[in-house]
């Protein structure tokens, strides 16, 4: 397989995973207390936006390297 042909494919699946998510969740850890033995830590859960332009440019940029790799053959 060649590298313009993975990579058409990488882009185009990436482009419906954001499609699909619209962002990346992800969660922390803070400490809130620190008192010599005495720990109190709290998880915070945060978000990425990834826009939909960023899903369309993927797959738009997937298929015109899927394209442009046919018209050479």
Do not use: C, H, W
Not at 6 to 16: K, Q
């Amino acid at each position: 397989m060649k590298t313009n042909t993975l990579a058409g494919i990488i882009l185009i699946v990436a482009g419906v995973v954001t499609f699909a998510y619209q962002g990346i969740t992800y969660t922390t850890r803070e400490k809130v207390v620190d008192l010599g033995p005495l720990q109190v830590t709290a998880e915070k859960t945060k978000t990425f936006p990834l826009p939909p332009l960023v899903g369309a440019v993927a797959l738009v940029s997937g298929i015109v390297l899927l394209v442009m790799r046919n018209k050479k053959d």
